[in-house]
């Protein structure tokens, strides 16, 4: 009976083990679809045998938890990976915004520039038209008329890109506060699972800090090391301590000269961060790069055809006699022939040794609204004199604008945007491929296939009954034991 007895209770853990076995992939069943759910199977382990008439017996095996399939090293390489395509997708996207303000106007309402190129084309050729017939008042409207529409697609450059400075400033802000939440979360995991799991896979507590480090590699360039007791710590790329154990510390920002800089303690990362990856790192390196240098290239060309342009005109005479030597103007400095405003007051700039032009694009706009006032003629002559036009429409072919011609700056200037735009791109699609297949590669490993689920629900049902049925094979045999061979009342 003792042997019976054994049998019984074997299979009463069998049974045990195997409904263990089947909540476990009853649960990945579940949570197939539940973002950051990492595949779970059941843990098996051998029991104590036993010795009977010296005989070694072995007495089952107990399910002792699930441990999730996970691939440390792969995750990390993964985050890694998606850290440096966030920054890629996130400049892109606002190299695009920049790039759409420069594309000739085709029906789309994402320009809001117009053809800068041809509007400097237009304006130097109605002087060119003008020099036929200089008293022609038709054709000093158009003089006038192609100014104010180079003016204005200059000055709406100017204005859309700072536009998009303050909304990725807006961004900067924002992506601080939600990597600041993210950190306080995956503390507040480390506490959980050291406390529950210091020595093993705590399960679902680890695929939610390892989502949580997936968003946060998204948003910020970050390093991550496993410490003691199952815990982590989180540093930016530069070094910067994010994580520590139960601890976060926390990202600040603050204006500095009207542009948000982030900080930790008292230490301005921003520079690091721009560096270091994630949408973040995109967004910083189009603020404080990629718009400053397409801003600096549009003050450049708008400074040198305004102040070029209005010299020359206030070199000749207008229609009605006027000269340009006369300043109409202290406070603006403008002159009675200027045609476009004059731009803002030239700073020493002592980085470069030379100007700081900044704020001229923003601010060009076309001042003068009678045509007579367009100097045709050279200063001393008469009306019918083309002498001054002559020279206005030559600034096209001269290199006025940092030694070439004011076409051609503009020309190698979009032509620039666009190879850093294609670049990019380029990049990005690189990383975002090797995400995918790293993406792919976790997921042979971690997610959940209902196909195998299937498989392994079939498995454990059938030991199960098996076990089940083992229990009827054990009646049966203790029925013929109690009724000694001889059919009774004892079933």
Same mark, same amino acid.
């Given at each position: 009976m003792g042997t019976i007895s054994s049998a019984l209770n074997l299979m009463s853990q069998a049974l045990d083990a195997d409904q263990a076995a089947l909540n476990v992939t009853a649960n990945n069943v579940a949570n197939a679809s539940t973002p950051?759910?990492?595949?779970?199977?059941?843990?098996?382990?051998?029991?104590?045998?036993?010795?009977?008439?010296?005989v070694s017996v072995g007495t089952g095996a107990t399910e002792t938890g699930a441990t999730s399939q996970r691939d440390r090293v792969l995750e990390e390489r993964l985050d890694q990976q998606q850290q440096l395509a966030s920054a890629?997708?996130?400049?892109?996207?606002?190299?695009?915004?920049?790039?759409?303000?420069?594309?000739p106007d085709s029906g789309s309402t994402s320009s809001t520039a117009g053809d800068i190129g041809s509007d400097i084309t237009g304006f130097f050729q109605s002087f060119s038209s003008l020099e036929a017939n200089p008293t022609n008042s038709a054709l000093r409207e158009s003089v006038l008329s192609t100014a104010s529409t180079l003016a204005t697609d200059i000055s709406n450059a100017a204005n859309g890109l700072n536009t998009q400075n303050t909304g990725l400033d807006q961004q900067a802000a924002g992506a601080v506060g939600q990597v600041n939440a993210l950190t306080s979360a995956i503390a507040q995991l480390d506490t959980q699972i050291q406390s529950i799991s210091p020595d093993a896979d705590a399960g679902t507590l680890e695929d939610q800090r390892q989502l949580d480090l997936s968003q946060l590699s998204q948003l910020v360039g970050i390093n991550q090391s496993s410490t003691e007791n199952n815990g982590l710590a989180v540093t930016t790329t530069a070094g910067q301590l994010l994580v520590s154990n139960s601890s976060s510390f926390q990202l600040t920002t603050g204006s500095v000269a009207g542009v948000t800089q982030i900080f930790a303690g008292t230490a301005n990362l921003t520079?690091?961060?721009?560096?270091g990856g994630g949408s973040l790192g995109g967004d910083l390196t189009a603020r404080d790069t990629d718009i400053p240098n397409t801003l600096a290239s549009l003050d450049q060309l708008a400074y040198t055809i305004s102040t070029r342009?209005?010299?020359?005109?206030?070199?000749?005479?207008?229609?009605n006699g006027a000269a340009g030597t006369a300043i109409a103007s202290s406070t603006t400095g403008a002159k009675t022939l200027d045609i476009f405003s004059?731009?803002?007051? @030239? /700073? !020493?700039?002592? %980085? #470069? +040794?030379?100007?700081?032009?900044?704020?001229?694009? $923003?601010?060009?706009s076309a001042v003068m609204t009678d045509p007579? @006032? /367009? !100097?045709?003629? %050279? #200063? +001393?002559?008469?009306?019918?004199?083309n002498s001054? $036009?002559?020279a206005m429409a030559s600034l096209t072919n001269q290199t006025i604008v940092n030694g070439q011609t004011p076409t051609t700056f503009f020309s190698n200037f979009v032509s620039t945007l666009?190879?850093?735009?294609?670049?990019v791109q380029t990049e990005n699609t690189a990383q975002t491929a090797s995400v995918s297949q790293l993406q792919s590669q976790n997921n042979a490993i971690s997610s959940v296939n209902l196909n195998d689920e299937a498989s392994a629900l079939t498995t454990m049902e059938r030991s199960y009954q098996a076990a089940s049925q083992m229990f009827a094979t054990l009646n049966t045999i203790m029925t013929s034991a109690l009724n000694l061979g001889v059919d009774t009342a004892v079933t």
């Open positions: 950051g759910y990492t595949e779970e199977t059941p843990t098996w382990q051998e029991n104590d045998s036993i010795q009977i008439n010296g890629s997708g996130s400049r892109l996207t606002a190299l695009n915004s920049i790039q759409a303000l420069f594309m520079t690091q961060l721009a560096s342009v209005n010299a020359q005109n206030n070199a000749g005479t207008g229609a004059p731009p803002p007051t @030239l /700073v !020493a700039n002592t %980085a #470069s +040794g030379g100007t700081d032009v900044s704020g001229a694009a $923003a601010a060009m007579n @006032l /367009v !100097a045709a003629a %050279a #200063s +001393g002559q008469g009306t019918g004199d001054n $036009a002559i666009g190879s850093t735009v294609s670049n």
